[in-house]
């Protein structure tokens, strides 16, 4: 079974402080990504990156930052929290290539600043 | 842009079937997918149809694509307590690549007896 594990399900962190959420992925894909899914809105693409090092913007990346030093391994930063990244924090891979290839997610970060 | 619009709620008996509706603006989306999120889990695959088909079924789901209006529907036959999640129909925009998708809002589905 694919398995997507990010690494804290629950953090609660103070206004400014840096935040990081781990990601791992064990089926060597290539595509990663992170989602914030937030109430009414559904799901949103923060970044995502297609190979190590590479990445690209998403939909609302403003505020946040990524790092794939490892195939395996896809980290969202965000360098000063803020009481609007409340929300939970979705981490997908996917097989490389172009549309087709299933979208496997973790089961989730419930992020609070306050 | 694309956008994919669906209702957000949706109450049905146990044992009835369930239709969860769907509507996308990006006509040459390839494929289209329903994810199901229980409370407090990610994102379950569990359907998606290739945008040359206009039905798929599996087992107690029926998905719908009707190309022409860009509606996509969900039908879940003999809905049972175990159903009652959130529903996100995405799709693969054709500017995307990468398998990008673009998710809507979620059909919050609630079973009762």
């Known amino acids: 079974d694919v398995k997507v594990t990010q690494s804290s399900r629950y953090l609660v962190k103070r206004t400014g402080e840096k935040v990081f959420l781990e990601c791992v992925q064990d089926m060597d894909h290539e595509n990663m990504f992170w989602y914030r899914q937030d109430p009414g809105l559904g799901l949103r693409l923060i970044y995502f990156?297609?190979?190590?090092?590479?990445?690209e913007k998403g939909d609302i990346p403003e505020g946040y930052s990524v790092s794939r030093e490892k195939k395996e391994r896809f980290s969202l930063i965000l360098e000063s929290a803020s009481t609007n990244q409340t929300s939970m924090y979705l981490c997908a891979s996917s097989e490389g290539g172009s549309s087709g290839n299933t979208i496997y997610f973790g089961e989730g970060s419930w992020l609070t600043v306050v | 842009g694309e956008d994919v619009e669906q209702s957000l709620f949706l109450s049905v008996r146990e044992g009835d079937s369930s239709v969860i509706n769907c509507t996308y603006t990006?006509?040459?989306?390839?494929?289209l997918y329903w994810y199901k999120q229980e409370p407090g889990a990610g994102l379950q695959l569990l359907t998606y149809?290739?945008?040359?088909?206009d039905m798929k079924q599996d087992q107690r789901l029926t998905v719908l694509l009707n190309k022409k209006d860009k509606h996509l529907s969900l039908r879940i036959a003999d809905t049972q307590t175990g159903d009652s999640a959130i529903y996100f129909c995405a799709e693969t925009p054709s500017s995307g690549g990468y398998n990008k998708l673009i998710f809507g809002a979620g059909t919050r589905l609630a079973v009762h007896p």
């Open positions: 990156s297609y190979d190590v090092k590479m990445k």
């Open positions: 990006d006509s040459s989306s390839t494929y």
């Open positions: 149809i290739f945008s040359n088909m």
